[in-house]
């Protein structure tokens, strides 16, 4: 039972350091000395969210993510395995920026009311850390709030980010017609592995992955999950794990990761992969990945997000179309404005599937996929998922093929719904995914890179005195500016001066930072846009500044 004692005395174990905080796309994230009060204060939000619903189980995952070792943060997972919904965000900042321990328990009180939550009622919350030193004391925090607000709480220790995901999904469809799965760490790679071996009937890949776990909670995790895979001559897949040090914390997405990769634009500076081998980098929680190789020139060559959803859009597509079923699924693409716009193009003009462009953070991306049968998307950094309607999977249940090819497509088919992470975008997963397509277009990385040719494109980060003053125009996700005036008609009459431009500025969600990316036909083109575009946007940020 939850008394207010036991918050006041509990709180103040945890005091406001009096910083701002703010749950963005990615919960809280920060130095990870200053989040202990703000941690304490999401296990009563985690509490109050699964009170409100009833006493569906809510997850709570610490982890930074690619961020530095020295940083840590912690975001909150709805009952379905999807993030906290939007409405509930700013409920979360309320509660972090409360100052003293007394306004935090008139806050959350005033809370309670105001969603209609009785702080009586059953409470669960489940929680898992990536494998950052400051974890276990965050955690110490999280348990406090949760015994202090009387909620049931299971700890899952180390995880990577969506497998909590999974598991909470896993935990609140039990017994339903919906069931996702065992709602263990085994169960998940149990589920994994036979939707694997499934997919992967008759066909195999060819020499191995090399995978970059960034030595971060995905090497473990993928160590554990090759077990349940079957090997290369077995018809499966032969797994090279590298960079998977997580003994030593501070090495945490050094030099090596998803990030690294896409950002640096080349392989991790340890990486002894020869050309033309095949290489993976996951980031530090295990939800993005990109794979890339070097060229017979020594040239990097990335495959990102972008990559990855035109991939496993044009399998889904020939599949349906194999089973007999194009008509009767509505599949279509996600992105944002950072995709490249020759793989907007591959999806439209060569798949003949319908494109949506989405504000930045996954939720919207999900969001918007919702509305698709099948809904594949992604974001140019690689983290992304393909979900199935309800609809679709009881289509694909149901469905009684018409002869061998059918059968065998819809056997795939089927065995993707269980092989993709329906929650969230899963690294582990989605790699598994693209060795599956691989091995059944029986294609090299240099193949897949060749299916379209991307444009140039930069992407630059503006320092301004106040982002907030870059605000975007409504209902055209992120890609028009509406303040400060007249920067967008400027960025408009340069960008068409350049040979298939493209151009916008936005300001970042995650840093303090407006964010410039441009593309053209050429290389010298697309950077001379982005820097005549990064100078509009830091003349208009001085004159408003
Ligand atoms: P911001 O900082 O809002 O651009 C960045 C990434 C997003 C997303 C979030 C959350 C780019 C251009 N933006 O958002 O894709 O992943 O971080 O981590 O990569
Ligand atoms: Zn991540």
Redo the contacts with the bound molecule.
């Keep these: 039972m939850a008394s207010n004692k036991m918050i006041l005395e509990a709180s103040a174990k945890h005091p406001q350091p009096g910083t701002a905080f703010q749950y963005?796309?990615?919960g809280f994230r920060m130095k990870a000395d200053l989040l202990d009060s703000v941690v304490f204060r999401v296990g009563l939000l985690a509490a109050l969210r699964s009170r409100k619903l009833n006493g569906q189980t809510i997850g709570v995952m610490i982890t930074a993510?690619?961020n530095p070792p020295v940083d840590n943060g912690v975001k909150l997972v709805d009952p379905m395995g999807e993030m906290l919904e939007g409405s509930w965000e700013p409920h979360a900042t309320l509660l972090a920026n409360a100052k003293t321990d007394q306004e935090l328990l008139d806050t959350y009180n005033w809370l309670a009311r105001e969603v209609k939550a009785n702080t009586d009622a059953p409470a669960h919350v489940i929680f898992a850390r990536d494998t950052r030193a400051s974890g276990p004391r965050l955690v110490e925090c999280l348990t406090d709030a949760l015994k202090a607000a009387g909620a049931e709480y299971t700890d899952y220790k180390i995880l990577t980010t969506p497998q909590l995901h999974y598991l909470v999904r896993c935990v609140n469809t039990k017994g339903t017609q919906y069931e996702y799965g065992e709602a263990s760490e085994e169960g998940y790679y149990k589920k994994l592995g036979e939707a694997f071996k499934t997919a992967m009937t008759h066909r195999k890949t060819s020499g191995s992955v090399t995978v970059d776990c960034a030595n971060g909670v995905g090497g473990p995790k993928l160590r554990e999950l090759i077990k349940y895979l079957p090997r290369g001559a077995e018809g499966g897949v032969d797994i090279k794990v590298v960079n998977d040090d997580v003994v030593n914390p501070d090495i945490l997405n050094s030099n090596c990761g998803a990030d690294y990769v896409?950002t640096q634009q080349r392989a991790p500076p340890s990486s002894k992969a020869n050309p033309m081998d095949r290489c993976c980098s996951l980031d530090g929680d295990a939800d993005?990945v990109v794979y890339y190789f070097i060229d017979e020139s020594n040239t990097f060559r990335l495959l990102d997000g972008d990559r990855i959803a035109t991939l496993a859009a044009s399998f889904i597509r020939d599949l349906a179309r194999g089973a007999g079923l194009l008509d009767e699924l509505n599949i279509g693409v996600v992105q944002?404005a950072?995709a490249n716009g020759a793989s907007t193009n591959f999806v439209t003009q060569n798949l003949k599937l319908p494109v949506v462009c989405t504000s930045?953070?996954?939720k919207h991306l999900h969001h918007a996929a919702m509305r698709f049968d099948v809904g594949v998307y992604f974001?140019?950094?690689g983290?992304g998922t393909v979900i199935f309607s309800d609809r679709a999977l009881r289509t694909l249940d149901k469905y009684e093929p018409k002869s061998p090819a059918q059968h065998d497509a819809l056997k795939i088919l089927r065995a993707l719904t269980d092989l993709i992470n329906q929650a969230v975008g899963d690294a582990l997963s989605d790699m598994l995914l693209v060795e599956v397509i691989l091995a059944h277009k029986s294609i090299t990385v240099n193949e897949w890179l060749n299916t379209y040719i991307d444009l140039p494109n930069r992407?630059v980060r503006v320092e301004v005195p106040d982002r907030n003053n870059f605000t975007t125009v409504e209902g055209t996700a992120e890609r028009r500016l509406a303040s400060p005036a007249k920067v967008q008609q400027l960025i408009d009459e340069l960008v068409g001066k350049y040979k298939q431009g493209r151009a916008f500025a936005?300001?970042?969600?995650?840093?303090d930072?407006v964010?410039v990316?441009a593309e053209a036909s050429t290389r010298a083109e697309a950077d001379d846009l982005a820097s005549k575009v990064a100078g509009i946007v830091r003349s208009q940020a001085a004159s408003t500044a």
């Design positions: 963005g796309t990615a993510s690619h896409k993005r944002t950072y930045t953070g996954v974001e140019a950094n983290h992407l936005r300001a970042s969600g995650t840093e930072a964010r990316y």
